[in-house]
């Protein structure tokens, strides 16, 4: 009689813990909305990546920042050099921004230009006009023109 006793009493301690359990997690989910959670994932997920290369080292390594809705390469380009500290030259024409040097590097030195990538492909729109996406790898180089 006392083991059956023992196991009526475990089996309603378990049934308490359970119910105390079911209770508390549903408690805890009140105070985090799930709207909230896959907010919060995707904010940490909406980033650019950004890399300045003069062809003879890196002027910057892989600069990974927030990205924001409507940023092009251009912006993503000159919020950075500004934090490098920088020099960027660069000139406005009816069809975007050219840029005509980054640090040291000036266009038309032994016969390199800056030319841009946006996931390893090369851009054909100026840097202005170039909007990108969260996850983009950006790498602006110094290099011989293909043109």
């Known amino acids: ?26 408690e805890i989910d009140q105070f985090v909305p799930e709207e909230l959670v896959k907010i919060s994932q ?13 062809g003879e080292e890196l002027l910057s390594k892989a600069i990974e920042t927030e990205f924001k809705e409507g940023m ?13 500290n ?4 660069f000139k406005t024409y ?5 840029i005509e040097a980054i640090g040291n590097k ?13 996931n390893g ?3 054909q729109l100026a840097a202005d006009k170039q909007l990108l996406t969260h996850g983009d790898k950006v ?6 023109s293909p043109f």
């Open 1 to 26: 009689m006392k083991k059956i006793n023992i196991f009526i009493g475990i089996g309603i301690g378990l049934i308490i813990i359970t119910a105390v359990w079911g209770i508390l997690s549903d």
């Open 42 to 54: 995707e904010k940490a997920e909406k980033k650019v990546i950004l890399i300045i290369d003069d």
């Open 72 to 84: 092009t390469a251009f912006d993503l380009l000159s919020n950075e050099a500004e934090k490098l």
């Open 86 to 89: 920088l020099t960027l030259k």
């Open 94 to 98: 009816d069809i975007g921004v050219f």
């Open 106 to 118: 000036e266009n038309g030195e032994d016969g390199k230009y800056w030319l841009y990538y946006i």
């Open 121 to 123: 492909e090369m851009s």
């Open 139 to 144: 790498e602006f180089k110094f290099e011989k």
